[in-house]
């Protein structure tokens, strides 16, 4: 019953843009802190933006300024927005959800992560 669908990725070139969308179904997103995490071949998925239930943000030092991440708690879905996109953000972009933290807390820890995506191919190339 509880699952996470994203969506919009595909192939863009570098410094153009992208906006992923992660829709949330059988239950009520905003109720939950919610993180986007990305995982290139060959590498460990990392974090790369989360969002606490009362709202606060928090971004990877490689996408500050180039990405944004919202919530529309009237669509029950959070939005990745990513501009100037560069060849290193080629990766699987997945997004995850857990109430298991405070009001406040941002975590792109993925172990506090309890419901995850399928995700969504961000390919960046030439």
């Known amino acids: 019953q509880l699952q996470l669908v994203e969506s919009g990725g595909g192939a863009v070139q570098p410094g153009g843009s992208l906006r992923l969308s992660c829709a949330a179904s059988?239950?009520?997103?905003?109720?939950?802190?919610i993180g986007w995490f990305r995982q290139a071949p060959g590498k460990e998925r990392e974090g790369v933006s989360c969002i606490s239930i009362s709202g606060s943000t928090n971004y990877a030092d490689s996408v500050k300024g180039r990405f944004t991440l919202t919530r529309d708690n009237d669509k029950n879905t959070v939005y990745l927005q990513m501009n100037s996109v560069k060849p290193e953000d080629t990766a699987v972009y997945s997004c995850?959800?857990?109430?298991?933290?405070?009001?406040?807390?941002?975590?792109?820890?993925?172990?506090?992560?309890?419901?995850w995506g399928q995700g969504t191919q961000v390919t960046v190339s030439s």
């Open positions: 995850a959800a857990t109430m298991r933290v405070g009001y406040h807390v941002a975590t792109m820890d993925l172990n506090e992560y309890d419901y």
């Open positions: 059988g239950f009520t997103l905003e109720s939950y802190a």
